[in-house]
């Protein structure tokens, strides 16, 4: 079992900054990859980035070349959403997943309970 926790959201203005962290805890040796999802309201969820364990990472095309996620330890239990100049349509809730594998080559993942991010003049 993984339990993940988002935190950093809230409300900034057009092309600020914001730092979205995500902890898990639990069975973190598991962890095989990490990604962030937002969703806005009426649309559907989407995926905007991802890190795997050995740290190669993808971005969504709305979000790449302005996020950038990293694992802020060296354990990789946290993923920070570094999230730079941002625009009116990134509102939206913030979701951390986790793909762990168990049992070989099984996959779960599991989501946090996200974090609301409101950019708005």
């Known amino acids: 079992q993984v339990q993940l926790q988002e935190s950093g959201g809230g409300l900034e203005r057009p092309g600020g900054s914001l730092k979205l962290s995500c902890a898990a805890s639990?069975?973190?040796?598991?962890?095989?990859?990490m990604e962030w999802h937002r969703q806005a309201p009426g649309k559907e969820r989407e995926l905007i980035a991802s890190i795997t364990s050995g740290g190669t990472t993808q971005y969504g095309d709305s979000v790449k070349d302005r996020f950038s996620i990293s694992w802020t330890n060296s354990i990789k239990d946290t993923v920070d959403l570094q999230m730079n100049g941002l625009k009116v349509e990134d509102t939206a809730v913030y979701f951390c997943?986790?793909?762990?594998?168990?049992?070989?080559?099984?996959?779960?993942?599991?989501w946090g309970q996200g974090t609301q991010v409101t950019v708005s003049s």
């Open positions: 997943n986790a793909k762990t594998y168990y049992d070989g080559d099984k996959i779960r993942y599991y």
């Open positions: 639990g069975s973190v040796f598991s962890i095989a990859a």
